[in-house]
């Protein structure tokens, strides 16, 4: 597809990369001479335009178009550089405690904007989450974004999500909250700090077991940050910590660590 024009604008010319139901392609938009990322359609493509394009966040990808070209739809992105937060996991391991309170910090901020849009995200994981060069951390795929009223039944009655990360909640179908991405942040900062996915036990059926019963694997890495992440992984959502409690706490920390680093300075 390298070199083919889409919407008889946008000239495809390689590929960002590969989700489970998608690839992403760079591609130079000849009109107004700049890069942009193409995404192309499916089931869940005017979803995910729709959702992202409410939200005016520097923390959520921007959705510039969405052109038919031939039977499917493809949505244009801004391009995001760097590369995602389940890439750097692969490629360095554990990462600091204080680059994922960094993380953790920004990603309150972008599912506080979700909320407030009225949105659930739904499928916050560190594959959904791009480090970019210039410092942001963005989140996106709002392929599966649940609308205010809208249930979360999936169109053709599948499970939508991915088990590692996805809340029991989710897992058991129930009506979901705010509170359900704020679970998957858990899994996420648990999955950066510790360089693995907490739930994930190799077969599916043990991995829903330890979603269901929100048993991680054992801390090893976390320091400071494991009550934090232990307060996100409740299993009920009405005990699972909030975007300000959660926030309040990574935020001391900060300035703990800030106070210790002077003081050793
Ligand atoms: N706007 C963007 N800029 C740069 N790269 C992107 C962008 N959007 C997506 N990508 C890259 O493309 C990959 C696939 O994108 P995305 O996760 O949206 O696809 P998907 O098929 O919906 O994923 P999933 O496997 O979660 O269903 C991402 O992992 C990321 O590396």
């Known amino acids: 597809m390298r070199g083919q024009t889409v919407g008889g604008r946008y000239r495809l010319e390689s590929v960002l990369g590969r989700g489970g139901m998608a690839t992403v392609w760079l591609a130079e938009d000849q009109l107004l001479g700049r890069w942009v990322a193409l995404k192309r359609g499916n089931g869940e493509t005017l979803n995910e335009a729709r959702a992202a394009a409410r939200l005016s966040h520097p923390g959520v990808v921007r959705v510039l178009d969405l052109v038919a070209d031939g039977d499917r739809p493809w949505i244009v992105l801004e391009a995001l550089s760097g590369r995602t937060l389940a890439d750097a996991i692969r490629e360095l391991g554990p990462l600091p405690v204080d680059r994922v309170r960094r993380i953790g910090l920004c990603l309150l901020d972008v599912l506080e904007a979700v909320h407030a849009a009225g949105l659930v995200h739904r499928d916050v994981k560190p594959g959904n989450v791009q480090l970019c060069a210039d410092g942001r951390v963005v989140l996106f795929d709002f392929g599966i974004a649940l609308f205010p009223g809208h249930t979360a039944e999936a169109p053709d009655g599948f499970f939508q999500g991915s088990p590692a990360f996805v809340s029991p909640e989710q897992l058991h179908g129930a009506a979901l909250e705010p509170s359900t991405d704020l679970f998957s942040l858990g899994a996420t900062l648990y999955a950066a700090v510790e360089g693995r996915s907490p739930f994930d036990r190799g077969d599916l059926f043990a991995t829903v077991l330890a979603v269901s019963e929100a048993t991680p694997a054992p ?33 001391a920390q900060s300035l703990y660590s800030g106070r210790g680093r002077r003081a050793r300075a």
Not at 228 to 244: A, F, K, M, N, S
């Open 219 to 251: 801390f090893r890495h976390a320091g400071p940050l494991q009550p934090v992440i232990e307060g996100l992984l409740r299993v009920d959502p009405g005990e699972r910590w909030t975007v300000t409690r959660t926030r309040e706490a990574l935020q």
